[in-house]
Structure formats: structure tokens, C-alpha cells
């Protein structure tokens, strides 16, 4: 088991439990430590005593958690020694589980790619049968990087679909075993896991890596098959009181000849997103429109990455609708920045491919609902951490849940 994850609590002496805490105060402070430190910086920062801090630090060099540097290099006098966190002993897996995708990322504490594999066949159901393939995906990337089990410090997911940010519970999937998901999936996989929804999960990794880091009032915006919301107020996620704020896609503000997921009509998902970029074009296609990359015989042969794919390309039929959507996501964006007062609003998901037509359809949108002053202040930007995002960001969840990275 991982330093990180024994407890500090209900076992051993208080004389122990305190220097457990103290052993993880230290790791935590070396895993957001830019440079390495000197004995006397680390006690400052952790507030213990030198000759504490001396003792503990010797007890992580033993067990491989810290590493000497050498001596800093002074004027004059004693050189004092150095010491930095051991990386390769800390680790996070991050799963993204979408509809049809799903992808393990695994990262060194200082967000360096270990390994990453995906299957594009996956598709989610909500069966014994898909569950266990889950399993052992991961369990088998995990084995592929031929770490040691105390190398990891915990899993995060990211699912697909609407999950209470408290629990970690869907509401649509793996409901039928007596325990809960998360609670499964560390009996199988003898590690701590973590669930949440993609998109809060990618808006954990636009604070940790991204264009929301140090940024005290954001809204990430992840368009792709569907649309989601991240809400960060005061620095601090927002889950709502029963853990599902951010189900922006619902907004009553859309067509109401489109039936949603969800079974109401009028959600703005039914007008801004994949599934809806795809509906986009067979009714154009029907109404006999076509251009060089799509063809009125092809409906029902095309997916939403292949209009995203024509618009790079200069197809103006793609263009046009990525546009439209643009626009019509900017005037809700525009009622959320009065409602919010956001400083950021950071645009990801695939829809981050497009960014050339569709951000500026976005900005002119907001400018249409958005009141001057609320948005003189807030920047619309797309995403820089890329496409592949999704597992790396449930990766992310997990250094931001043991308080490993600065945000």
C-alpha cells in the first residue's frame, strides 16, 4: 500500500498517527515544490521542528520516497543538502468511459505521460459483461507499465453521463451490484478510485493544468458528443447539493422538435453538441444541400468527427453548421456569465478542433444575451491541453485529491 493511503486515523498511538501526518504534510509540499529543498525550507513550509523534519525526511529517503540532490551552492560556509520528491513512485491512473471510447492515461505526479492506450470499439452498457471489460482494461494497462502496486497512489474515472459528484454514483450505470461502483472497483483493482462525471473531470484538469489554473472564477465548457459544464466559484468545484451541478446541456433554451436524452424536449444539448451536429446535417441533407464531403445518398453513413474533420478541410456546409452552433452556445453562455460572473470561460472537448470557426461564433453569441460590463472581464478561450484530455484529466482528479498539485 501506498504512504498516501494508510490511515492516520483510529489505529496505532497518537505519538504515530501524528508522524503519519507529518510523512504525507512532507510528501505533498515535495510533490508542489518547484525546486528541491533544504531541510530547514521543508520544516518551515510543513511548520515542524528542524531535528522532526530531519528524522522524517531520513525515514522517506529509506522507503524511496525522497531523493537527495547534492548541495546547494553557497557564498560560504556549510552546503547544505538537498532533497526532492522521488517521482517514479508516484503515479495516477486516469480512465475516461465514454459512450463509445474508452482510454487509460497513467502519469507521474509531475503530469509526465507513463502510458496510455484506448479502444475506439468500446461501447458503455449497463451490463455485468461491459463492467468486468472495464475492469480489465485497466487492470491490464496497469500491468503493461510494469510498475509496482505501490507506485500508484489512486484511479480516477471519468463517466459518461449524469454522476452525483459526492458518490460517485451514476444514474444510468452499474446500479445492480450491492455495493456501490467505486467501491467495486477498489475490492477488484486494490486501489482508491475516484468517479465523476467527464465533464467535471475535465474541468478538475483545466484548474490543475489548464487555462482555469489560478483563476478563482471559471466555467468550462467540454463540447463534443454531448455538452457538459464544470462550474469553479472561489476556487472550489462546484457539485450542487446532491452532487449534479453543471448540466448546462439541459438548459430549456433549445429546439423543441428534438427529443433529448433525458426525455424532454427544448434541452440546448438537442442544439449544441455531436449528436446534434449530426442531426444538423441530415436535415440540410434532406432538404437536398451537399457539398464535396457530403452527399445526400450518405445519410446515415456520416458521424459528427467527420463534419468537424470537413470544416478543417474548407467544407463550407461544415463550416456553416459549427458556426450556427457556435452562436447559439454563445447566447447561452451569455445568460451564464450574468447569472456567474465567470473571469474564464475555457471552450474543450473536440469541439476544441474547430476553434478557428467556432470560437468566434461563440464570442459573438455571448455578446448577444451578455450584459457589457459582465463581459468586459471575462476571456473566452479554447482549451490547450488537447483532445485526448479525458483520461489524462481523471489522472489530474487524483493528484488534486491528495492535494499533490498546485491549482
Known amino acids: 500500500m501506498h504512504l498516501l493511503n494508510f490511515s492516520a486515523k483510529g489505529s496505532g498511538s497518537h505519538a504515530e498517527r501524528s508522524q503519519l501526518k507529518q510523512l504525507k504534510d512532507l510528501v505533498r509540499h515535495l510533490a ?15 511548520k515542524i521542528s ?11 529517503l529509506e522507503r524511496k520516497y525522497v531523493l537527495e540532490e547534492g548541495k546547494r551552492e553557497t557564498e560560504n560556509g556549510r552546503r547544505p543538502e538537498l532533497y526532492s520528491l522521488n517521482k517514479d513512485n508516484f503515479h495516477a491512473i486516469g480512465v ?4 463509445k471510447w474508452i ?6 505526479v509531475d503530469a509526465k505521460l507513463v502510458h ?4 475506439e470499439g468500446f461501447v458503455l452498457e449497463d451490463t455485468p459483461e461491459c463492467l468486468q471489460y472495464i475492469v480489465s482494461f485497466i487492470g491490464a494497462a496497469i500491468r503493461k507499465t510494469g510498475l509496482h502496486p505501490d507506485q500508484f497512489i489512486g484511479i480516477g474515472i471519468g463517466l459518461a453521463g449524469t454522476v ?3 458518490t460517485g454514483q451514476s444514474t444510468r450505470y452499474f446500479n445492480f451490484m450491492p455495493l456501490p461502483l467505486g467501491k467495486y472497483l477498489e475490492n477488484v483493482l486494490d486501489l482508491p478510485v475516484l468517479i465523476d462525471s467527464d465533464t467535471r473531470v475535465i474541468g478538475i484538469a483545466e484548474q490543475v493544468q489548464g487555462e482555469a489554473r489560478g483563476i478563482e472564477n ?4 467540454k463540447v463534443s458528443r454531448n455538452l457538459g459544464l464544470s462550474i469553479i466559484l472561489n476556487n472550489q468545484i462546484i457539485f450542487g447539493a446532491k452532487g449534479f451541478a453543471g448540466e448546462f446541456g439541459h438548459l430549456q433554451i433549445g429546439r423543441k422538435d428534438r427529443l433529448c436524452s433525458c426525455g424532454k424536449r427544448g434541452c440546448l444539448e438537442t442544439e449544441v453538441s455531436g449528436t446534434a451536429l449530426l442531426k444538423d446535417l441530415e436535415e440540410v441533407l434532406q432538404a437536398g444541400e451537399a457539398s464535396m464531403h457530403f ?11 467527420d463534419i468537424l474533420t470537413a470544416a478543417l478541410k474548407g467544407d463550407l456546409l461544415a463550416i456553416r453548421l459549427i458556426i450556427a452552433q457556435g452562436d447559439v452556445l454563445g447566447q447561452a453562455l451569455g445568460n451564464v456569465v450574468n447569472l456567474l460572473n465567470p473571469s474564464v470561460i475555457v471552450i474543450g472537448g473536440e469541439y476544441a478542433r474547430v476553434k478557428h470557426y467556432f470560437m468566434d461564433a461563440v464570442r459573438t453569441g455571448a455578446r448577444k444575451t451578455g450584459l457589457v460590463d459582465s463581459l468586459a472581464d471575462c476571456e473566452i478561450k479554447v482549451s490547450a491541453l488537447g483532445g485526448d484530455l479525458g483520461a489524462k484529466a481523471a489522472a489530474y482528479m487524483v493528484l488534486k485529491n491528495y492535494d499533490m498539485t498546485r491549482y
Do not use: F
Open 295 to 305: 452527399q445526400p445518398e450518405g445519410r446515415g453513413s456520416y458521424r459528427y468527427h
Open 103 to 108: 482510454q487509460v492515461s497513467i502519469i507521474r
Open 164 to 166: 452525483n459528484g459526492h
Open 116 to 119: 496510455q492506450v484506448h479502444n
Open 32 to 46: 508542489k515544490a518547484e525546486t528541491p529543498l533544504t531541510i530547514p525550507e521543508i520544516a518551515a513550509e510543513v
Open 50 to 60: 528542524v531535528p522532526t523534519c530531519t528524522k522524517l525526511v531520513r525515514d522517506l
Open 96 to 99: 475516461e468511459i465514454l459512450l
Open 218 to 221: 471559471a466555467l468550462v465548457i
